[in-house]
């Protein structure tokens, strides 16, 4: 399966609904947004840039910002 920016953004909207801080969540998706705008400058894939700033964040949801990005890698 392969994970679309639109999967990433829905699974975030997900865990806002678990998570009592959720500011986190806004910084990812302003940070895919972002991506995909500097992608389509470039002409890259703007689909996979701002999948993958959705999800860059991503371990938060675990223990929050300690550990994030080896709990994200998991």
């Given at each position: 399966?392969?994970?679309?920016?639109?999967?990433?953004?829905?699974?975030?909207?997900?865990?806002?609904?678990?998570?009592e801080n959720d500011h986190?969540?806004?910084?990812?998706?302003?940070?895919?947004?972002?991506?995909?705008?500097?992608?389509?400058?470039?002409?890259?894939?703007?689909d996979f840039a701002k999948?993958?700033?959705?999800?860059?964040d991503i371990g938060k949801?675990?223990?929050?910002?300690?550990?994030?990005?080896?709990?994200?890698?998991?």
């Amino acid at each position: 399966m392969k994970l679309t920016s639109n999967d990433a953004l829905n699974m975030l909207e997900e865990i806002r609904k678990e998570v009592e801080n959720d500011h986190w969540i806004d910084h990812s998706i302003c940070v895919g947004n972002s991506a995909g705008k500097i992608a389509e400058s470039l002409k890259l894939d703007v689909d996979f840039a701002k999948t993958l700033g959705y999800i860059h964040d991503i371990g938060k949801k675990i223990n929050g910002p300690k550990n994030h990005s080896v709990n994200g890698y998991y």
